[in-house]
């Protein structure tokens, strides 16, 4: 089994560390302070207090704990066989982390691109490794989502799309291969039908709950698209819309200002308590 390196422990790094933490890996999760590491690991302890209840297996949470190291110096990185990056959607910050990343982890070290939107050739600009960068699109909740999207990059290799692969396989994950553009395929659709979704409530045009419930009763989806986007974080999908309208310069990508709004008054979500829909505070 490998060592990976994730960066950022946010929802979508929490995710990933997790995941690859229950297929045996050793995983060493960085971020920048202990605050917002001590939040990842209590957050991995609930999710797998709970992934019977969300239809996933049961999980030991201490051996999961025990198989991750929680860091803040990004010299903790230097031992990664695979580095998977997950901070926000931002190209000044992923561009002014990656060069940091080349001279800490070995030359032979996998770089990961979990991105959103963001192209992966793009990303791997900032490095000197550009055919071992590759980009990952896990989907939330990583423990319990088997397919992925995997995205070569410009430079990517072939021996860098093996690696990964098996990788990926080790942590029961399906990769299903797409081209390198902004947004790749789940979230060029996905972002906009989100971006439509909360123009209906900005408009008055039906609440959250009326979207929703008509994505739900009239194409069987589990949840709608204002759920998911409290469930990805609306900060996330803001910027994600911005990534792809930038990307684009397209007029049918221009995000909506309730998104704005909520994200400026702190309603993200899920992740927050509050985003479209209110949430009563999780117990340990």
Not at 26 to 50: E, F, M, P
Not at 123 to 135: E, F, K, P, Y
Request: charged fraction near 20%; hydrophobic fraction near 40%.
């Amino acid at each position: 089994m490998a060592v990976i390196g994730v960066v950022g422990a946010g929802v979508m790094g929490v995710g990933v560390a997790q995941s690859a933490a229950q297929s045996g890996h050793h995983v060493v999760l960085n971020d920048l302070n202990s605050t917002i590491l001590g939040r990842a690991k209590d957050q991995i302890r609930q999710n797998c207090r709970t992934s019977r209840l969300l239809g996933g297996p049961a999980v030991d949470a201490d051996a999961v704990l025990g198989a991750i190291s929680f860091e803040t110096d990004i010299k903790s990185l230097a031992s990664a066989e695979f580095l998977v990056e997950n901070i926000t959607e931002s190209w000044d910050l992923k561009r002014a982390l990656y060069p940091g990343l080349d001279v800490v982890c070995d030359p032979e070290c996998v770089f990961i691109a979990n991105t959103s939107a963001i192209p992966v050739t793009r990303i791997a600009s900032a490095t000197d490794r550009a055919d071992r960068v590759v980009g990952v699109h896990f989907m939330n909740p990583v423990p319990l989502k088997h397919v992925v999207e995997l995205i070569p990059g410009h430079h990517t290799s072939e021996e860098t799309l093996r690696r990964t692969r098996d990788l990926l396989a080790t942590m029961g994950k399906k990769p299903i291969q797409v081209r390198d553009a902004s947004g790749f395929v789940s979230n060029r659709v996905l972002m906009l039908t989100i971006n439509e979704a909360a123009f209906l409530v900005h408009e008055g045009v039906a609440s959250a709950q009326t979207v929703d419930e008509v994505f739900r009763g009239c194409f069987d989806h589990p949840m709608g698209p204002l759920e998911t986007a409290d469930l990805i974080g609306v900060d996330t999908i803001l910027q994600s819309i911005e990534v792809l309208y930038e990307s684009f310069a397209d007029s049918k990508y221009r995000p909506c200002p309730l998104l704005k709004q909520m994200t400026e008054a702190g309603l993200h979500g899920r992740k927050t308590g509050h985003g479209f829909y209110s949430y009563a505070p999780t117990e340990g």
